[in-house]
């Protein structure tokens, strides 16, 4: 989302400046929407859609076969085809709004960015619907590719090799070589020995290896790439030598503070490169995957430096800062989860934290923090919030937890006024056997009392829900959809999500039994997650509830507030802003 920024590069930068190296951070992500969300980008992106439209119905025409289907034209006309239709049908669609949604754009970028205005739910509703289309518009001449306010979307676009390769370098469906082209004097600039690159999922893989190979050409550094995505398939890239060849000189796989030290040092030429741990490269025409190092200590870790962000360009009018209090997960034992895997578990110590919540209020003026831990523990939300009380450190915060039965009045009290404004939950489904199934580990029939109890302590509620684990069936998904829908006082809001078998879930272990029937396969090459054949509900069966838990919990929770404000970051804004009460019953009139 570029409403803050990404916690991993900050936090890097941090230990680069704690070992005498010299580092700096450019966020590309932030500046690439504030450079086409302008009134030129959009028309022109519009301008260029219509001229290519007439094109392309052209070319399609001298290849039309009524007798073939979209799959059976070769891959570069299912781009052109998808291109002109999706062309064709925004213009149907949507040209009487197009005039207005280019007038408007820079002044709903800068509601997002005004504490006067961004408060105002109605222009901010308006805005936000106004860059959506934006986004919509800026899309069209690169279609199929479409670029979301936190994503990139494109329905052809496949996790395997050569089609990576093909929309990295296919001007006509890639929107960032123009954009990186203009960047690339600066990042020259800095004269760089090394440039490294974070890839977290796979909605960045286009854009961060059309960086990587840009950079990779055009300058003499050495290019390395980061970030979650890789590391959960570094078999898969041991199969391309040419990765190396074209895209970087090498991958940092798993976690990177101790790799990042180890890996300057080796280009200053004060160690071999197989001393740098957790690195995969190329030597000798094979590629060499060193050993994977114990991950550095929390407590050991400089806090992240923010020294390189202008805080105006992100699109909120506060920075929420991501932060850790913890890495891993203390649980590690539900069937349905990999977020752990790669991670070994520790915890910041209490002085360290509040040194460093200090740190960023005093050199920063950040008081507001997304404690992005996998869970915090109710004796660590207990033992925090006391010594944010003890210290008078005036922060507020949000963080994910686990039901535990732990939680209880005085821990919601006490975390509450320290701050504590939103917890998102692991709620994950209404079915008493799914939940055993997925062995979450607490007491499910307490769930509620607890959320109950943070309501009461003037905490928001937020429930993580998912459907479609393989044994689930349209019974049990009901049962979720039902609880969610009948405790609207209680569960402020909802965020719902689609089961996708992680390459390093505990399922998979024994697949068979948690519903899954036969062989599992892999997605793509590049994917890091697996199909499989369900027991439970069929595709069908499983979009259908899907449909009925928006259509349900829209009847329950009407026009609510949470659910126009893009991101969790923004409803603790909002949250911070205004009270629980105020935040919960505000509803949209239509």
């Known amino acids: 989302m570029p409403t803050s920024p990404h916690f991993s590069l900050p936090t890097l930068i941090g230990q680069f400046e704690n070992s005498g190296h010299q580092a700096c951070a450019l966020d590309l992500n932030i500046d690439f929407y504030n450079e086409i969300l302008t009134k030129k980008s959009i028309q022109d ?12 119905k052209e070319e399609i025409k001298e290849v039309f076969d009524k007798n073939k289907s979209f799959n059976d034209y070769p891959f570069e006309w299912q781009n052109k085809i998808a291109k002109a239709s999706m062309i064709d049908n925004f213009i149907r669609e949507n040209s009487k709004k197009v ?60 996790l395997d090799y050569d089609n990576i390769k093909y929309y990295v370098f296919d ?3 890639n929107p960032f070589i123009e954009f990186f082209e203009k960047k690339l004097e600066l990042i020259k600039s800095k004269n760089a020995d090394s440039i490294g690159i974070s890839i977290n999922s796979s909605s960045q ?28 398939v570094s078999e898969s890239i041991e199969k391309y030598s040419e990765i190396f060849d074209i895209f970087c000189d090498s991958l940092i796989v798993e976690e990177g503070e101790i790799p990042i030290i180890e890996h300057a040092k080796y280009i200053a030429g004060e160690i071999p490169i197989e001393k740098v741990h957790n690195l995969m490269y190329l030597k000798d025409g094979k590629i060499r995957k060193n050993r994977i190092a114990m991950p550095m200590s929390l407590n050991n870790m400089k806090a992240p430096n923010l020294d390189d962000y202008d805080f105006k360009k992100y699109f909120a009018p506060e920075i ?30 209490i002085d360290k934290l509040m040194n460093q919540f200090k740190m960023f209020k005093e050199k920063y003026n950040i008081d507001k923090f997304e404690l992005i831990d996998e869970a915090i523990s109710p004796s660590y939300m207990k033992e925090m919030s006391e010594a944010i009380l003890r210290n008078n450190i005036k922060i507020s915060f949000f963080c994910d937890a686990r039901l535990e039965s732990e939680f209880d009045e005085e821990i919601f009290k006490v975390a509450h006024k320290a701050g504590l ?51 689930e069936t349209k019974e049990d998904a009901l049962e979720t959809i039902d609880t969610i829908c009948s405790n609207t006082d209680i569960i402020n809001t909802y965020a719902k999500s689609v089961f996708t078998m992680g390459k ?72 911070c802003k205004y009270s629980i009460d105020d935040v919960c019953n505000f509803k949209f009139k239509k």
């Open 205 to 232: 893989i286009i854009p961060g290896l059309t960086l990587s190979n840009m950079l990779k050409k055009n300058t003499k550094a050495h290019i390395f790439i980061g970030g979650n995505h890789f590391g959960r």
């Open 99 to 158: 005039n207005k949604t280019i007038l408007l754009i820079e002044n709903s970028v800068s509601i997002f960015k005004s504490k006067q205005h961004f408060y105002n739910p109605y222009l901010f509703n308006q805005a936000n619907s106004n860059i959506n289309l934006a986004l919509d518009i800026f899309s069209l001449p690169y279609s199929p590719s479409q670029i979301g306010f936190s994503s990139y979307k494109n329905q052809l676009f496949k």
């Open 45 to 56: 992106s519009y301008n260029k859609a219509k001229e290519l439209l007439p094109i392309l």
């Open 320 to 349: 929420v800062m991501p932060f850790q209090t913890s890495r891993g997960c203390y649980w590690r034992k539900c069937s349905f989860c990999d977020h752990d895997y790669g991670l070994h578990y520790n915890i910041k110590s």
């Open 171 to 173: 001007k006509s469906t």
């Open 504 to 575: 390093h879930t505990k399922l998979r272990e024994a697949p068979e039994k948690y519903g899954v029937i036969g062989k599992t396969y892999q997605e793509a090459e590049f994917s890091p997650t697996y199909t499989y054949q369900a027991s439970g509900m069929n595709k069908k069966e499983l979009n259908d509830i899907v449909n009925l838990c928006t259509k349900r919990a829209h009847e329950a929770y009407g026009d609510s507030l949470a659910f126009y404000l893009l991101g969790r970051e923004l409803i603790m804004l909002y949250l």
């Open 421 to 471: 404004k939103m917890v998102l939950w692991g709620f994950e489904s209404g079915s008493k056997k799914i939940m055993k199934l997925i062995n979450k580990g607490v007491d499910i029939d307490n769930r509620l009392n607890i959320l109950k109890k943070a309501r009461q302590a003037g905490i928001y509620n937020f429930a993580f829900i998912f459907f479609g684990f393989p044994a």
